[in-house]
C-alpha cells in the first residue's frame, strides 16, 4: 500500500482557498488518489477521487501532476463549517483493485473568522 | 435510506468481557469494513469483506471476530476485551473495492 505525508494542521480565514498538498512518492500505476473528510465525533465523508490532472466537483478540485508523486486537494472559500481533519489516500480505485485503504493522520484544517 | 447504522454507540466494558457491535447497511453494497481510531490518530483497518460469505484480516486483526452474517450486516466480535481496545469503531461500506466508502457515526468504546 502506497504512503501518504501531508501536513499535520493548517490554519486558514474564511474565504480564502486553501490547498493541501499531499505526497505519495510510491503510487503504483493504477493506483487512485482519494480524499476524506472527519469532523469530530463523526466518520469519514469522501469529497473528491481522481488518477491524473485534474477533477472538479460541487465541493473541490484535485489536482495530479504528471508524475502523480503528490497530490493537491483545493477548497474553494472555505467557511468555518469546513473545520475538519483531511485525509489523502492512494489505492487501487474505481472499482479495479486494492480492498484496504491505508488512512494517515490527516491534515486538521482550522478555519479562523 | 438509513446508510450506515451502528449499534450501540457507546459501550464500557471491564477488562476479559466480550460483546459484539453491530453495523448493517442499506444501500445494497458488496463490501463491508470495519475500522478503530485511537485518539489523535487515523482509521486502521480491522477486518473486512469483499462480498457477502467472505472476510479478511486488515491491519490490526488480533483480538477480533468479524461475521459477515448477511449482505446487509457485517459485526464485529471482541472475544475478551483488553484496555488496548479502547477506541472509536467505525463501520463502512462500499459498492465494491476502490469506491467510495460510506461511514458508519461509530461506536464508541471504553474498556476499564
Known amino acids: 500500500l502506497a504512503k501518504t505525508t501531508q501536513p499535520i494542521s493548517m490554519d486558514s480565514y474564511e474565504g480564502q482557498e486553501v490547498n493541501i498538498t499531499c505526497s505519495h512518492n510510491?503510487?503504483?500505476?493504477?493506483?487512485?488518489i482519494t480524499w476524506y473528510q472527519q469532523f469530530p465525533s463523526q466518520g469519514p465523508r469522501f469529497i473528491i477521487q481522481g488518477y491524473k490532472t485534474k477533477v472538479t466537483n460541487e465541493v473541490a478540485s484535485l489536482f495530479i501532476p504528471a508524475d502523480r508523486k503528490s497530490s493537491t486537494l483545493s477548497l474553494p472559500r472555505v467557511s468555518l463549517s469546513d473545520t475538519a481533519v483531511y485525509y489523502c489516500?492512494?489505492?487501487?480505485?474505481?472499482?479495479?483493485?486494492?480492498?484496504?485503504?491505508?488512512f494517515g493522520k490527516g491534515t486538521k484544517l482550522s478555519v479562523i473568522p | 435510506n438509513a446508510g450506515v447504522t451502528q449499534t450501540p454507540k457507546f459501550q464500557v466494558l471491564k477488562t476479559g468481557q466480550s460483546m459484539t457491535l453491530q453495523c448493517a447497511q442499506d444501500m445494497n453494497h458488496n463490501s463491508m469494513y470495519w475500522y478503530r481510531q485511537d485518539p489523535g490518530m487515523g482509521l486502521r483497518l480491522i477486518y473486512y469483506s469483499a462480498s457477502e460469505g467472505t472476510t479478511d484480516k486488515g491491519e490490526v486483526p488480533n483480538g477480533y471476530n468479524v461475521s459477515r452474517l448477511n449482505k446487509r450486516e457485517f459485526s464485529l466480535r471482541l472475544e475478551s476485551a483488553a484496555p488496548s481496545q479502547t477506541s472509536v469503531y467505525f463501520c463502512a461500506s462500499c459498492r465494491d473495492r476502490g469506491n467510495e466508502q460510506f461511514f458508519g457515526p461509530g461506536t464508541r468504546l471504553t474498556v476499564l
Open positions: 510510491n503510487i503504483a500505476t493504477n493506483d487512485y
Open positions: 489516500l492512494v489505492g487501487e480505485g474505481s472499482g479495479a483493485g486494492s480492498y484496504q485503504l491505508t
